[in-house]
């Protein structure tokens, strides 16, 4: 079965660093993009990063341009999201997302900056 896992989240001083992974499994991942959005109260999930295969480019939200990166370790099925420089206005909870016939997300893990 498809399962992407998320681990890594927790409380930060604003200025601070976390990375977060998402552990797939159940689909063949090297072929997939993969991508993190967040989500805060009142709002729609929005999407923060995405990593393609065959070139391993990447796009991202214009906020987060230069503090975070999106990588990924095929050998792991696992993506990551390294978070530097971490603002109050980060705080969110963070999905991992693949579309495979279908939405997949991850459970959330909630990233907490503190101002």
């Known amino acids: 079965q498809l399962q992407l896992v998320e681990t890594g989240g927790g409380l930060v001083p604003a200025g601070g660093s976390l990375r977060l992974s998402c552990k797939a499994s159940?689909?063949?991942?090297?072929?997939?993009?993969m991508s993190w959005y967040r989500q805060t109260p009142g709002n729609e999930r929005e999407l923060v990063a995405r990593?393609?295969?065959?070139?391993?480019?990447?796009t991202y939200a214009d906020d987060v341009k230069g503090r975070f990166a999106i990588s990924r370790d095929n050998a792991k099925n696992t993506v990551y999201l390294q978070m530097n420089s971490l603002k109050p206005d980060d705080t969110a909870v963070y999905y991992c997302?693949?579309?495979?016939?279908?939405?997949?997300w991850g459970q959330g893990t909630q990233v907490t900056v503190s101002s």
């Open positions: 997302y693949v579309w495979i016939r279908g939405d997949y």
């Open positions: 159940g689909f063949t991942f090297s072929y997939v993009p």
């Open positions: 990593i393609f295969d065959t070139i391993s480019s990447t």
